[in-house]
């Protein structure tokens, strides 16, 4: 494809949709990609045939940009590790946090804390937080991304990753506490 | 900023790029896919052995009775007949179908299988192992050693004929329900050393059992022979390599309607066609073996006249008309290479820029609707026609991703818009299932193989169901049932036979073949061919059943077999076959023979013989609805009646074509005196009224008549044979080509009866 000779009504109408799209098209590829190291790729794959798709038949066709794209990622989802992936992990129930504790780290999740702000200026902290985040198991790095970034609760969270609740709770929970240990945040 | 909006941030700063991946899309970049592709080889068999073996190892050190459950020494199977472990064995499974409870089992395969073959069966109903204990050969040798099991999974030369193993009573159920298990018992520690598999022949010739099933497909035709006299050949116990010849089209017909692209097409478009898996061919030339009528050759005695019998002359200027034009038109469609019909007046033409279809009539021909592309290939035709699937390309640079769907029912071609599937890859082939709908599309993209599995109705609507199966190796469409498709998985010289359920992804191996064999499907889409590759110097073709997951070897090394669009019944060398619950029954029937023939049959009006220059030669069909209603015969017949007989018989041919045709006047037939004296020179004074009364001939004022219920008929198609004779009658059958099926001229039979009146021969009857 010759991007020099991009019509400029179709870049303007991708760059749109784009726009409004990104966010729930990167929630659905992380709840249905096998590995969120795999997201970004398969967002990507899904941005790039979308854009070649409007290059050669248009755009009039396309009733719903969302629907359409989230078509696409699902095939790209399913394209992008070998074989059918079973959405459904087998659920383990763990109990390491009780309400009380639950709740304690909700209020301290809300409270302002000065720091953060440094710590997020540096982009090397930053990042090795982030990596923490992501060395830890397949699902911690999608619940941390569904929560924080798509705003879902804890239970969509789990239907959507086909997890039990407290399973998520646990896998979050444990690992805020473990870097607030670790880097002291 | 609270740790909330912290994590938000974060998150958000490093899971995407969201300004790389907006100019990588706009410039054309996929992100490269990392995936493992899927792992095939000999070395899964020999790790699956492995574990086995070692799983043996550790029972025999844990229980200290060497893993063997023990059971009343009474009970052992050397000290029975084979008539009594089969009813022993059969009760035994019936109470432990639902235990748990580990034991160790002697399985009696139905037939030599190779170890390869022995792996699959016996880990299909376990977790991919089971602790093998014990192997039987068809040399009627044994081992119980581990090293020597190891070494024959791993070398998968031996023919084995059963294996002892230890499972539970719910996976020796299963097994016993397999179509390649006879039998399954429990085993004493004695029987190691003395029991083998039972004479499975031996069982079966006893009428202890019977392997063979009346055939419950309703396709089979009504008078299969008898399932003692199946093609199924002997097992070769040589057998490790299987390959075939390709199955290819006929040489009567030069185009192949249906292949598969070729992997240097899908990479490079402008390369011709190397197909690399081709449906079955759409044409025969066959000589079937059996009739349905005796033949000619008892009626060959020449029967003995009074000899003052003659047969009536016309005067001059009466000449009857005794042939028949044949129907032939010769339409030009543009760019036309090949054609057929698909319904009585609905024909399909190949063109080199797309197909269409066009309905013909009376030498007219229109187009109801076409399609530009490029290499147009059929993948699919339903069994009356009714339905077809074609792929093709949108310009001879760009991949096959175009499929779409003609109906000569509705008489309209539908874009199933299949690039949205397809997306960048190319189609290597689309298999249909006509009895489940399932749509299944081959895809290949840069270095990968993926399955699409779609639902497709009668009226060309498509609805995804799952992208089911990819691979890194090649795959190969072999058929469909139900929900499950198979496919083949080639890796260099291996490869497995699998079994996919398109609704969640499942798949289990049933089958493995090294050395390379050619694997097509057919057009139904319900069985495949696996032939020994080209440079095999053993193997036979087999047939691989879905219904029952056999492989049903046939006794044809090198040899082509074509289904045309037939679900069961397929052709070689000028023989028919059905396959029926895992056997293959030979089949005389008509209706097999139109399926498999089907550009001849699928109209019962026209056939295409030739196409030329863009010039389509059409003749009438031999699969008239008047053939088939006479009933075909098939048999080489030879005239001998008399020549009084014979000449008096042209004239009949001639009257009775003359009011067929509408001919009479252009006979010289002018009055209605003339015509009634021409009825009454050949008929007997019964037949001449009732051909007059159904033409209604006009006896009196203007000549007027019509057809009635007679049919033209051509003389040079005519033998008469006289079956006997006696005084002045004479009783024969008259044999009328109809034309060529399965490679062999059939005719039709109608009896004709000769009396002598006024000292002539005349027909006692007309003509029907």
């Not at chain 1, 066709?61 to 087998?90: P, T, V, W, Y």
Request: hydrophobic residues 40%.
């Amino acid at each position: 494809m010759n991007s020099a000779v991009v019509n400029p009504d179709i870049e303007r109408y991708f760059d749109t949709v784009y726009a409004e799209t990104f966010d729930a098209v990167s929630r659905f590829v992380v709840s249905h990609a096998a590995r969120f190291q795999d997201a970004e790729d398969i967002v990507q794959n899904v941005y790039t045939r979308f854009f070649k798709r409007i290059s050669d038949k248009g755009y009039d066709d396309i009733d719903s940009a969302e629907a359409f794209l989230i078509n696409i990622a699902k095939f790209e989802c399913r394209s992008f590790f070998s074989g059918f992936m079973k959405q459904k992990e087998k659920a383990i129930l763990l109990s390491d946090f009780s309400e009380e504790d639950s709740a304690r780290i909700e209020a301290e999740l809300s409270r302002d804390q000065k720091p953060l702000e440094d710590v997020m200026s540096d982009k090397i902290l930053a990042k090795q937080i982030f990596d923490d985040i992501m060395s830890s198991d397949e699902t911690v790095g999608k619940i941390f991304y569904l929560h924080f970034v798509c705003d879902m609760k804890l239970d969509e969270v789990a239907d959507a990753l086909g997890l039990k609740l407290s399973t998520v709770k646990t896998k979050l929970y444990r690992t805020i506490e473990k870097q607030k240990k670790k880097f002291g945040i | 900023m609270n740790k909330h909006d912290f994590y938000k941030e974060l998150m958000s700063e490093y899971s995407f790029d969201a300004e790389k991946i907006k100019a990588n899309a706009k410039r054309g970049k996929f992100a490269r896919q990392k995936i493992a592709p899927l792992t095939i080889g000999i070395t899964a068999a020999v790790a699956a052995c492995t574990v086995a073996v070692g799983t043996l190892a550790m029972t025999m050190i844990d229980n200290n009775n060497n893993g063997v459950s023990l059971v009343d020494d009474s009970s052992a199977l050397s000290a029975k007949s084979d008539t009594e472990r089969l009813k022993d064995a059969m009760a035994r499974l019936e109470e432990e179908k639902e235990s748990s409870e580990l034991k160790d089992v002697l399985v009696t395969f139905a037939y030599t299988l190779s170890p390869t073959e022995a792996q699959n069966v016996l880990t299909a109903y376990t977790d991919g192992s089971v602790p093998v204990k014990a192997l039987f050969f068809a040399d009627g040798t044994r081992t119980v050693s581990e090293a020597d099991i190891a070494a024959v999974f791993s070398a998968n030369t031996a023919q084995i004929t059963g294996a002892a193993i230890n499972c539970s009573g719910i996976v020796a159920a299963e097994l016993a329900e397999d179509s390649r298990v006879y039998l399954v018992e429990n085993m004493t520690e004695e029987d190691f050393e003395n029991a083998l598999p039972v004479d499975v022949e031996s069982l079966i010739n006893n009428g202890e059992d019977t392997t063979v099933d009346v055939p419950e497909i309703s396709d089979v035709p009504e008078a299969p022979l008898e399932p003692a006299d199946p093609v199924i050949p002997s097992v070769d116990p040589d057998d490790t390599t299987i390959g075939t010849a390709e199955v290819t089209d006929p040489e009567e017909n030069e185009d192949p309607e249906s292949i598969e692209v070729s992997e240097d097409e899908i990479n490079d478009p402008t390369t011709s066609d190397d197909p690399e898996e081709s449906t079955t061919p759409a044409d025969t030339s066959t000589t079937p073996e059996k009739t349905t009528q005796p033949s000619s050759t008892e009626d060959t005695e020449q029967p003995v006249e009074p000899t003052e019998l003659t047969a009536a002359v016309m005067p001059e200027g009466i000449t009857l008309p005794t042939s028949v034009e044949a129907v032939k038109y010769e339409p030009m469609v543009r760019n036309a290479e090949s054609a057929f019909f698909i319904d009585d007046y609905v024909m399909y033409v190949k063109k080199s820029d797309g197909f269409g279809i066009y309905t013909v009539s009376a030498g007219s021909i229109n187009e109801i609707d076409s399609v530009e592309c490029v290499d147009a290939v059929v993948h699919w035709i339903s069994t009356d026609g009714d339905g077809m699937l074609i792929s093709g390309k949108t310009d001879k640079d760009s991949l096959r991703n175009k499929l779409w769907y003609v109906s000569s029912v509705s008489q309209t071609i539908t874009d199933l818009n299949a690039e949205d599937s397809v997306m960048d890859g190319a189609l290597t082939n689309v298999g249909y299932n006509e009895d489940s709908k399932l749509l299944v599309m081959s895809i290949k993209e840069e270095d990968m193989y993926y399955l699409s599995a779609h639902i497709l109705d009668d009226n060309g609507n498509i609805s995804y169901i799952s992208d089911p199966f990819q691979s890194a190796s090649k795959i190969t469409l072999m058929c469909a049932k139900g929900n499950t498709v198979y496919v083949a998985v080639t890796d260099g010289a291996l490869t497995q036979i699998m079994a996919c359920d398109v609704n969640n992804g499942d798949t289990r191996i049933i089958g493995a073949y090294d050395n390379n064999p050619t694997i097509t499907k057919n057009y139904a889409f319900t069985h495949a061919v696996i032939s020994p590759s080209d440079n095999a110097l053993t193997g036979v073709i087999e047939v691989f059943d879905p219904i029952t997951e056999n492989f049903v070897r046939t006794d044809y090394f090198g040899e082509t077999l074509y289904f045309g669009v037939s679900r069961h019944c397929f052709e070689v060398n000028g023989r028919f076959y059905t396959v029926a619950n895992g056997f293959i029954i030979p089949t005389d029937s008509i209706a097999a023979m139109a399926e498999i023939e089907y550009k001849k049959s699928l109209s019962s009006v026209y056939t295409v013989t030739d196409v030329r220059r863009e010039y389509i030669t059409i003749c009438s069909s031999v699969y008239s609805r008047a053939n088939l209603a006479a009933e075909l015969v098939f048999g080489v017949y030879s005239e001998n009646c008399t020549e009084a007989q014979k000449q008096a018989f042209i004239g009949a041919v001639g009257v009775n074509n003359a009011l067929a045709l509408g001919k009479c006047r252009e006979a010289g037939l002018t009055k209605p005196e003339k015509l009634v004296s021409a009825i009454e020179a050949y008929y007997s004074a019964t037949a001449a009224n009732a051909i007059i009364t159904d033409c209604n001939v006009s006896i009196l004022g203007a000549l007027s008549y019509n057809g009635g219920s007679l049919r033209a008929i051509d003389i040079d198609d005519c033998v008469l044979v006289i079956n006997e004779q006696s005084g002045n009658e004479a009783i024969g059958t008259v044999y009328i080509k109809a034309g060529i099926i399965g490679g062999k001229t059939a005719y039709t039979a109608h009896k004709v009866t000769f009396v002598a009146e006024d000292g002539m021969w005349k027909l006692g009857k007309p003509i029907t």
